[in-house]
């Protein structure tokens, strides 16, 4: 029998490799991936790990654990660079090709870049990139710019001023997160960094990076004229799903793989986590979702899947989750749920914004469209469980009544 094969690593991959074998599968089982070691659990790169408080070995997810015991080809160093998506038939950079029962994508996604980096310019996404930045923060720079204020950025430059370092914030949006969140709320985790020392920039772009006579980093140039000094910068202005390899495949290549309801691209493919687009029907939107929790649920959900297109197990259906997110800035945690837009009604139910601990509702029309949380986590689990059974506003807010 041909077998499965898993492109890419990642918490969805190793997610769902797991998954084929608890649902019975016990064939060949490929996972293949460029990095020369298994990718860590990224949650704690941005926090415990680039704060110096955890070593590398801590971040590390369950399931790639399991690995040795779950009977796979893991090869790690081998990137697939083409699929013929009509026989399932995937080409490997070392040279081999792969005839597959069934095809599992979860390459994850790139972080975007500036043009022309100098030395000193860094982007967080991977343990090396993480370990790079940390070398760099031991030294004790004199000044940290970070460019984009979206929940990576954030938590990156509250790492940095808990280590006792200058650091400048950069958003060209008015607010953090304007296009997730309403502008209250981001303006509220502004005055949070600002609190705690961070020199927030709001409304103005960036314009350049300039370097010094070595080549390092020196300055970021701003497209209202001004400069900010830095010696280390981090990018944090978002990822691009690894499709590139993709191309005339014979998937559809929209934000990432397209998928139809169920994570199914094609007969035989399916497709989880970051590189993932697929109309989500509670929400009634395609969405991709870049969150941890969204990673395991669709590597299992994709996983069923394809077991169903396999004739060894019956369809899950629909992937419609309620979408969950965590940051941790500062002794904030914030916890949001649900696919909430910048336009979206806000409505504070529990608690104030000022004394900086409240649950937030959004509203769109008849609906909830999702809650947020700041350090109030039963809240929010409360209204997730609700929501999952509907998005109607009244059960939810009536939580809260």
């Known amino acids: ?151 990576i950025g954030a938590e990156v430059a509250a790492t940095c001023r808990e280590r006792g370092l200058d650091v400048t914030m950069i958003e060209a949006g008015p607010v953090p997160l304007g296009r997730v969140l309403p502008g209250d709320i981001g303006g509220f985790i502004a005055e949070v960094h600002r609190e705690h020392g961070v020199d927030v920039r709001l409304g103005v772009g960036v314009d350049g990076l300039e370097a010094d006579d070595t080549g390092r980093v020196c300055a970021v140039r701003m497209a209202d004229g001004s400069s900010v000094p830095a010696d280390v910068v981090v990018v944090g202005i978002g990822v691009v799903p690894s499709v590139g390899w993709l191309e005339g495949s014979g998937l559809v290549l929209d934000d990432g793989v397209r998928c139809d309801e169920s994570c199914l691209a094609a007969p035989g493919i399916v497709a989880a986590g970051d590189v993932a687009s697929w109309p989500n029907p509670r929400f009634g939107e395609v969405m991709r979702v870049e969150q941890w929790e969204n990673a395991i649920e669709q590597g299992e959900h994709a996983a069923r899947r394809l077991l169903a297109e396999l004739g060894s197990a019956e369809s899950p259906g629909a992937f419609a989750p309620i979408p969950w997110f965590w940051s941790d800035q500062y002794d904030r945690k914030l916890q949001l749920a649900g696919r909430p837009s910048g336009a979206d009604e806000l409505h504070i139910v529990e608690g104030t914004i000022a004394e900086r601990r409240f649950v937030a509702l959004f509203r769109r029309g008849e609906r909830c469209t999702g809650v947020l949380g700041v350090n109030r986590p039963r809240h929010v689990m409360q209204a997730r469980m609700k929501m999952a059974e509907s998005l109607d506003w009244a059960p939810v807010a009536e939580l809260f009544a």
């Not at 790079?132 to 984009?148: C, D, N, Q, T």
């Open 1 to 151: 029998m041909s077998p499965i094969l898993v492109v890419g690593a990642s918490l969805a991959g190793l997610t769902a490799t797991e998954a084929l074998r608890n649902g019975g599968y016990d064939g060949e089982l490929v996972v293949v991936d460029p990095s020369p070691q298994l990718p860590p659990d990224r949650p704690p790169l941005s926090k415990q790990v680039l704060a110096g408080a955890w070593e590398p070995d801590r971040a590390v997810h369950r399931s790639a654990t399991r690995l040795p015991e779950l009977g796979v080809d893991l090869r790690l160093g081998v990137a697939a660079t083409s699929l013929d998506a009509a026989t399932r038939t995937a080409t490997l950079s070392d040279g081999s090709t792969v005839a597959a029962a069934g095809v599992v994508l979860a390459m994850g996604a790139a972080p975007r870049h500036l043009p022309d980096e100098p030395e000193g310019v860094h982007v967080l996404r991977t343990l090396e990139d993480c370990l790079a930045l940390r070398a760099e923060l031991e030294g004790g720079p004199s000044h940290v710019v970070v460019i984009g204020a979206g929940f």
